[in-house]
């Protein structure tokens, strides 16, 4: 078999087995095609069918296989970081600034702390923190972890819930936002190098002159051109950053961020998000699930991953339930807003291959950090459906008591 034909046999089973597994299940709810597809990657990587088949695993995924997939993987979740950024609305967070960072404070800090804390309990094992990685490093990934929000997954759950566009969703949206710019930020303080630090520091002071340029010159642009001109931009600061030693997904996520929305066909960018999850975030999905390893086993792998999932569900559940105090939010609404900020399936998933190609944690570590993202993410739309349904019953109106009209005599007690 041919280099080619391998390449679109692998396609095939990417494109196809996990859309076939979502159908049969028949309930979007519980599975999202996300997670199908994060699971088929997981069943074919070397945890299961190469342990299971091993010659057949290593003739479907070889080497030369897996560099082409990580390329087409590299520039598709860059475009998605990129999406990301340009979503922030800092104008409409600034404008609530007192409700935006009280609650995305608390549904960041809490979860970090608890999962940080978690993270210090598992390293004390061997075999859990990568070749290159500190402790501090390993046990704030970690942590960070357990607080990350997947905003343009969220985005697509809160859309199916019939949510996205109303006040509830738009605060939802506001709050992971913020969070989104704490993640990548301590992103480059856990991949800080002092060896290029020459280089950091000239990223760090030339890159704001760089994007007042690129924002000058985006406003200059026709509408469709701008498109166009971004594509080129993405990938020069995502080479930028990662010749800083910063890593290309810091880069992408920057290039959006200081991209304004409204510069843009709305449409067009909806569009492009599920482009991307249709045609080549599938083969993002594979390559990450080809990098899952078994080999700390499977009990303690699932013993870890439940403690991260509680400390991550319970960090965001408390966190919230204190912003919903302090900010006098209605009954109910702590709960909703805590579960859809679980969804964490894309940039968990992008923020940990990240911290296991800087060999900042193990494989084992990586792969109990999967499988707490796909859990987490699992729960998100039954449990906020289930939430949205409690709040709905609250607001609507009990009906009065039926009293006696005032004709009618009451009667007298028997003397």
């Known amino acids: 078999m041919t280099d080619n034909e391998l390449f679109l046999l692998i396609l095939m089973l990417v494109m196809g087995l996990p859309w076939l597994i979502w159908r049969l299940l028949g309930d979007a709810d519980h599975a999202p095609l996300v997670v199908v597809q994060i699971v088929v990657g997981v069943l074919l990587g070397p945890g299961v069918l190469g342990a299971a088949a091993p010659a057949l695993h290593a003739q479907i995924f070889p080497p030369v296989a897996i560099t082409m997939l990580n390329g087409i993987a590299l520039w598709a979740v860059m475009l998605f970081v990129w999406l990301a950024g340009i ?103 856990i991949l800080l190098d002092w060896s290029r630090m020459e280089r950091q520091l000239g990223f760090i002071c030339v890159f704001p002159v760089v994007a007042w340029a690129v924002r000058m010159a985006m406003r200059r642009l026709a509408q469709p051109e701008r498109l166009r001109a971004s594509m080129v931009w993405l990938a020069a600061a995502g080479l930028a950053a990662d010749w800083a030693g910063l890593h290309f997904m810091v880069g992408a996520f920057l290039a959006g961020v200081i991209l304004d929305q409204s510069w843009f066909d709305g449409a067009a960018l909806d569009r492009l998000r599920d482009m991307l999850l249709l045609t080549v975030m599938p083969i993002f999905f594979l390559s990450t699930g080809l990098r899952t390893s078994w080999s700390i086993g499977s009990v303690d792998l699932i013993a870890v991953a439940a403690l991260l999932l509680a400390a991550s569900v319970g960090g965001k559940l408390i966190g919230l339930r204190i912003a919903g105090h302090l900010l006098r939010w209605r009954r109910g609404e702590a709960s909703v807003i805590g579960w859809l900020l679980q969804t964490k399936a894309l940039i968990m998933i992008i923020f940990v291959n990240i911290l296991l190609d800087r060999q900042v944690v ?45 004709s009618a005599a009451a009667p007298r007690p028997p003397s």
Not at 91 to 117: E, I, K, N, V, Y
Not at 132 to 152: D, F, N, R
Not at 154 to 168: E, F, H, K, N, Y
């Open 87 to 189: 979503e922030l609305d800092l104008g409409a967070a600034w404008a609530a600034r007192r409700d935006s960072w009280t609650a995305s404070g608390l549904a960041l800090l809490t979860p970090l702390a608890l999962g940080s804390a978690a993270g210090w309990l598992i390293l004390i094992n061997p075999g859990w923190i990568g070749p290159k990685g500190e402790p501090w490093q390993a046990i704030l990934g970690i942590g960070m972890a357990c607080a990350v929000t997947a905003l343009p997954i969220l985005m697509l759950l809160m859309d199916r819930l019939a949510i996205l566009r109303t006040p509830l969703g738009q605060r939802v949206l506001r709050y992971a936002s913020l969070d989104d710019i704490a993640i990548w930020a301590v992103l480059a303080i």
């Open 362 to 406: 193990s494989s084992g570590s990586f792969t109990a950090l999967l499988l707490m993202a796909l859990a987490s993410t699992m729960l998100t739309t039954p449990m906020a459906r289930r939430g949205l349904r409690r709040l709905t019953a609250l607001e609507e109106p009990s009906d009065p008591p039926v009293r006696p009209p005032l």
